[in-house]
């Protein structure tokens, strides 16, 4: 990812550059806070786009950047296949390693 386009915090910009960039995307949120993303946080923030017609990645990452998401949903968002989603469950799908509060249920 080049540098001048980059808009993650300077602690992920430092990683990505120490590492040469060789984390997959979709891992840099755990580098930048010890805070997972969860199911209910992009269903929080982009649960409503999901109606008649699918939503793009681009709409996803907009819609949560435009609504305050912290920057870990929108690099996990940004790491997304670039392929229309219609529902949460899509998203979910598409990122094995988001959290779900309801599975330390017992």
Do not use: K, N
């Not at 060789?22 to 969860?38: A, E």
């Not at 946080?41 to 786009?49: R, S």
């Not at 609504?67 to 998203?91: F, K, M, Q, S």
């Amino acid at each position: 990812m080049p540098a001048t386009t980059c808009d993650l915090p300077d602690c992920a910009r430092q990683c990505a550059a120490a590492v040469g960039a060789t984390i997959p995307l979709r891992f840099w949120p755990r580098l930048m806070s010890g805070i997972p993303v969860s199911r209910f946080e992009v269903t929080e923030f982009i649960g409503d786009l999901f109606g008649d017609e699918p939503a793009s990645r681009a709409r996803l990452v907009a819609t949560a950047r435009d609504r305050g998401a912290r920057p870990a949903l929108v690099l996990v968002l940004r790491g997304l296949p670039e392929h229309p989603y219609r529902a949460p469950t899509d998203v979910w799908r598409e990122i094995p390693d988001v959290y779900d509060p309801w599975e330390d249920r017992v």
